[in-house]
């Protein structure tokens, strides 16, 4: 959605009027109520430290805000084939369904596929029942840089060697080593881990 919807999105998901906003932000009397509607529809851009005020105000991330124009089919395929340039993103046929894929090679698809893991998790859980919906929008709108470190086996359902996300293998030394295709690291082989040569 484009950048207006989406400051109108938040706010109404707060529950909060134009007015209330535009006072928090410093804004006095009616000027309020109009510099917010200026900025939702567009007719007015925020300056980076208000874009960081509003976020936290709604309780999201900056980047949950700045998100590219996808209000139109066009907005969108640019926005898709940005992602093509940018990070090897290839759209595929998978049994008649298209789709888009990571590229296969690389650091970037690497760290792509432990994001994807990381997002699957948890639709995975709001589908399961584990975690409300509203959890699961707080995770997404909150996603920052903070979920892009840590241990890539945290949070895994699985014991002992076997809980390594499949881009990761133990190599001889113990450490966790990425493997550079999106695929089981021992596939048609042996697919216990705890078998891996360590």
Known sequence: ?????????????KGLTQKQVGEAAGFKGNTSEVRMAQYETEARTPKEPLIRQLSEMY??????IKVPDIDSELGLMHTL?????????????IDGALCLRPANTGSVSITM?????KWYEQAEKV??????KEEYDSWR???????????PCE???????????DSYVKG?????????????????????LTDSPV
């Not at 309780?59 to 949950?64: D, E, I, L, M």
């Not at 089981?184 to 082989?189: D, V």
């Open 1 to 13: 959605m484009a950048f207006g919807k989406r400051l109108r999105f938040f706010r109404t998901r």
């Open 59 to 64: 309780g999201v991330s900056p980047r949950a």
């Open 81 to 93: 084939f940005a992602l093509e340039d940018m990070y090897g993103f290839r759209i595929a046929n």
């Open 113 to 117: 596929f432990d994001l994807f893991s």
């Open 127 to 132: 589908h399961k029942g584990e975690i409300t």
């Open 141 to 151: 709108y909150n996603f920052s840089e903070a979920d892009l470190q840590g241990d």
């Open 155 to 165: 949070g895994h359902s699985l014991t002992g060697a076997e809980r390594c996300p």
């Open 172 to 192: 001889r030394r113990g450490r966790l080593e990425p493997v550079s295709r999106f695929q089981h690291p021992h596939q048609g082989k042996n697919k216990n």
